[in-house]
Structures are given as structure tokens and as C-alpha cells.
């Protein structure tokens, strides 16, 4: 499998999730990804450092894929791929 350059992902559907506590972004992502068709890229904006770890959780759990994450501005960008 070849590395995916984060930087250059365009997600289907955005979840902006600054300022909520966990697991508030968790259930968002949990909305979003019902946006978007199998194949394509949800993006979860968060604040919340328990982010990085329940997301990649909740996306082995379920079967979508875990493609990563990139800090910006005070924030995490995360991304996921739907599988099903």
C-alpha cells in the first residue's frame, strides 16, 4: 500500500467538531460518514486530543479505514475512509 499524502485528500464531507468535549467528536464522525459514499473521505475537524486515538478506534471497529491525521492550527485534522 502506498502512503497517502494527507495534505492532498479532498473529503467528501466535513465534520467540524472544535470545541466539543469527548465523545462528541466521535459522534459526529459517526453522522458524518453516513454522508459520504463507500469509497470516499470523511474529515473530522477536533480539538479534543482523545480524538486521535477513539477515531482510528471507531473505524477498526466498524470496517472503515483509518487514513490519518494532520495538526493544524490548533486543531486535528482526521481523516476516514468509508469501506461500507
Known amino acids: 500500500m502506498s ?3 494527507l495534505s492532498e485528500i479532498k473529503p467528501s464531507n ?3 467538531a472544535r470545541g ?7 459522534l459526529e464522525a459517526k453522522k458524518g ?3 459520504v ?3 470516499e473521505v470523511l474529515e473530522v475537524f477536533s480539538n479534543d ?3 486521535r486515538t477513539d477515531i482510528p478506534a471507531w ?6 479505514e483509518y487514513l490519518g491525521a494532520v495538526s493544524a492550527d490548533g486543531y486535528d ?4 475512509r468509508r469501506k461500507k
Open 59 to 64: 473505524a477498526g471497529k466498524v470496517g472503515h
Open 49 to 51: 486530543p482523545g480524538t
Open 33 to 35: 460518514i453516513g454522508k
Open 20 to 26: 466539543s468535549a469527548c465523545p462528541g467528536p466521535l
Open 77 to 80: 485534522k482526521l481523516y476516514v
Open 37 to 39: 459514499k463507500v469509497g
Open 3 to 5: 502512503e497517502i499524502n
Open 14 to 16: 466535513t465534520v467540524d
